[in-house]
Nanobody, 117 residues
Framework: QVQLVESGGDFVQPGGSLKLTCATS??????????WAWYRQAPGKQRELIARISRLGNTAYSDSVTGRFTVSRDNARNTVYLQTNNLKSEDTGVYYC?????????WGQGTRVTVSS
């Protein structure tokens, strides 16, 4: 069984920054051989892909976060990170990580980010 534990979410003012962490464990086999992604579910909306990182470290972002968010990985710690900068109110939501493109059936509880003045 796979465990995905997201953390680092908080209440921040517009323009603030947060670093989100996704700790993975369980039956993931080779963490470093997988591509990983961050997803966001805004209130009342479907979950969307916002950032991904390949097993080789190549990254890609949705238009909404390009230039402000940075995804990274630590293969030694089986952990994926999302550095979020210049946060906007529309970044509010619950953030999840999972394998990409074929997500594990099991999702973590997510970490909530609230951006408001």
């Amino acid at each position: 069984q796979v465990q995905l534990v997201e953390s680092g979410g908080d209440f921040v003012q517009p323009g603030g920054s947060l670093k989100l962490t996704c700790a993975t464990s369980g039956n993931i086999l080779r963490f470093n051989a997988l591509n990983w992604a961050w997803y966001r579910q805004a209130p009342g909306k479907q979950r969307e892909l916002i950032a991904r990182i390949s097993r080789l470290g190549n990254t890609a972002y949705s238009d909404s976060v390009t230039g402000r968010f940075t995804v990274s990985r630590d293969n030694a710690r089986n952990t994926v990170y999302l550095q979020t900068n210049n946060l906007k109110s529309e970044d509010t939501g619950v953030y999840y990580c999972n394998r990409w493109p074929d997500a594990f059936d099991t999702w973590g509880q997510g970490t909530r980010v609230t951006v408001s003045s």
